[in-house]
């Protein structure tokens, strides 16, 4: 109903303003990331983008790269379900090679699985499978069994979607 929305909304942005005069980066950028969801599902297009984008901005003065990279996918999601071709495969890929360079293997491991995501969304399953596959070694090697088992449920439904049933199974 639309007075909770607005009640959703009032309380964000009060522990909002809690958060930032705490200087606490960190929590202001879920905050601002929540609100960029609850735009995106209210169909406010750009104010979801301008609140991932803040929140990017807030995880990355934390020092929380994993959680910038997440908020900037989110951005990615807003266009995709807006059906604008805006995914950034090429940047998403440089990305990658950093974060390998750096040997980051947890936030390697997020990266092969934003990628995965995003040839999903573009119906090219042959490297998103191959980069849930990596995903999922390497959250293995980490032993973020969560992570893994969520990469395995993604795996599942594509193969689900192509119609490979023996295999979703």
């Not at 109903?1 to 303003?17: D, F, T, V």
């Not at 995880?59 to 379900?81: L, P, W």
């Not at 990469?151 to 295999?167: H, K």
């Amino acid at each position: 109903r639309r007075g909770e929305w607005e009640r959703a909304i009032e309380l964000y942005h009060k522990s909002l303003e809690i958060f930032e005069g705490l200087e606490d980066s960190g929590a202001s950028a879920m905050v601002l990331n929540n609100l960029g969801l609850l735009y995106h599902r209210r169909g406010e297009w750009s104010l979801a983008v301008d609140h991932f984008r803040l929140a990017a901005e807030c995880a990355m003065r934390a020092g929380d790269h994993e959680a910038a990279t997440e908020f900037r996918a989110n951005i990615d999601m807003v266009r995709s379900c807006r059906g604008e071709a805006s995914v950034d495969i090429d940047g998403y890929l440089k990305k990658l090679e950093e974060i390998e360079r750096a040997g980051d293997v947890e936030m390697a491991a997020e990266m092969h699985g934003i990628l995965a995501n995003a040839y999903a969304d573009i119906f090219r399953w042959e490297e998103a499978l191959d980069h849930y596959q990596k995903s999922l070694e390497l959250f293995e090697r980490t032993g973020d069994r969560y992570s893994a088992a969520e990469t395995m449920f993604n795996m599942a439904l594509i193969y689900r979607d192509r119609g490979e049933w023996s295999i979703a199974e």
